[in-house]
Nanobody, 117 residues
Framework: QVQLVESGGGLVQAGGSLRLSCAAS????????MGWYRQAPGKQRELVAT???????NYADFVKGRFTISRDNAKNTVSLQMNSLKPEDTAVYYC???????????WGQGTQVTVYS
């Protein structure tokens, strides 16, 4: 059973930066896609960014040019560098992975990001 733990969330002023990290533990052969999603109060969970095993990336339009996703396959980690943060970025951010072979999807517990004006 894979366990995912996010870290790096917090309170930041608009225009500032945060770096989120997600670490996987347990018996892991490897992951296909890894990604970050977010959910704001009263809204559904939405995709923020994904990165393939070959490190191809995909971003939601609302974060292009501001956020950067990256992964370390040796450490089984995925990170999200967030720059030029806006109040509308306020949400709980979740890590997601798809395991190779089993294609099992896993979610972390989430980390809170709050951006104030």
């Amino acid at each position: 059973q894979v366990q995912l733990v996010e870290s790096g969330g917090g309170l930041v002023q608009a225009g500032g930066s945060l770096r989120l990290s997600c670490a996987a533990s347990g018996r892991v052969f490897g992951f296909n896609a890894m990604g970050w999603y977010r959910q704001a109060p009263g809204k559904q969970r939405e995709l923020v960014a994904t990165v393939s095993r070959g490190r191809s990336t995909n971003y939601a339009d609302f974060v292009k040019g501001r956020f950067t996703i990256s992964r370390d396959n040796a450490k089984n980690t995925v990170s999200l560098q967030m720059n030029s943060l806006k109040p509308e970025d306020t949400a709980v951010y979740y890590c997601n992975t798809e395991e190779i072979i089993t294609r099992r999807s896993s979610w972390g517990q989430g980390t809170q990001v709050t951006v104030y004006s």
